[in-house]
């Protein structure tokens, strides 16, 4: 797709989704750079995709810092944002702390302000510049038990359309990717695991279960895979997609 001497930036790289797209933006000749609060993963990751011949580099960012400090980097071409953090999803209102609600929205979007702060510098101009967010499906669900989940969602993709109007002028584009749960996320070591692993005892079944229950719900009984997302983030990062901004990408297959 045309991704020779492109920079791409990938938060939380160390993940299930951000490595996968990392690979993937890599075997299309991009420049990779990968970020993550530790280093816990993160070299192996960088590793793995020099070792199949790609560009991969590796650096400590702790997205919930305001003042965290990016590598010298001469432009970045684009962004993609895959950092997630454990929240609560199953607690109701009589039962929800203010601390577990706040936690649904407050270090997801936190850390996609300071992404978006740090890195807008170095995009736009002439080289032109894409940021790409990835959400989970609540956004647009009315389903108990998910308030800080569903307010984290819905404004992910809020600002999402409020920073592209922002950017625009600067010629970045501000993509999100809403996908529903992604079929092979655990396996890949995902931290939704643990939060599907919760709902699933909750629910006296197993996470395979759960999610066999969750593909159910879509219109083709099938989950995205971590394959499929990180194709579609590579094509909404290349010049093809060049069109599409300040919108969110449906791949819940349907269920939203």
Do not use: W
Not at 62 to 90: K, R, Y
Not at 196 to 211: H, P, R, S, W, Y
């Amino acid at each position: 797709m045309g991704f020779k001497n492109k920079i791409a930036v990938i938060f939380g790289g160390s993940g299930a989704i951000g490595s996968a797209v990392a690979h993937a933006l890599a075997r299309e000749g991009a420049e990779v750079h990968l970020a993550a609060r530790t280093s816990t993963r993160l070299e192996h990751v960088a590793n793995s995709i020099r070792n199949a011949g790609g560009s991969a580099s590796a650096f400590i960012f702790d997205a919930l810092d305001e003042f965290a400090q990016l590598p010298e980097l001469a432009h970045i071409d684009i962004v993609v944002n895959a950092t997630g953090f454990m929240h609560d999803q199953g607690k109701r209102l009589d039962a929800l702390a203010l601390s577990e609600f706040r936690q649904g929205f407050d270090p997801f979007l936190t850390a996609y302000f300071n992404i978006a702060k740090a890195v807008s510098p170095l995009m736009g101009g002439e080289h032109g510049g894409t940021l790409i967010t990835v959400v989970a499906p609540a956004a647009n669900m009315a389903i108990s038990g998910h308030l800080g989940h569903i307010v984290g969602c819905a404004g992910t993709e809020a600002f999402t359309r409020a920073l592209a109007a922002e950017l625009g002028v600067k010629n970045i584009r501000v993509v999100c990717v809403r996908s529903h749960a992604i079929a092979d996320a655990v396996q890949a070591g995902s931290y939704v695991g643990a939060i599907f692993a919760a709902k699933a005892q909750e629910m006296g079944i197993t996470v395979e279960q759960f999610l066999g229950g969750a593909a159910q719900s879509t219109l083709t009984h099938h989950l995205p895979t971590l394959a499929q997302v990180a194709d579609t983030i590579t094509f909404l990062a290349s010049d093809a997609a060049s069109a599409i901004t300040g919108t969110t990408v449906n791949m819940t297959a349907g269920a939203t």
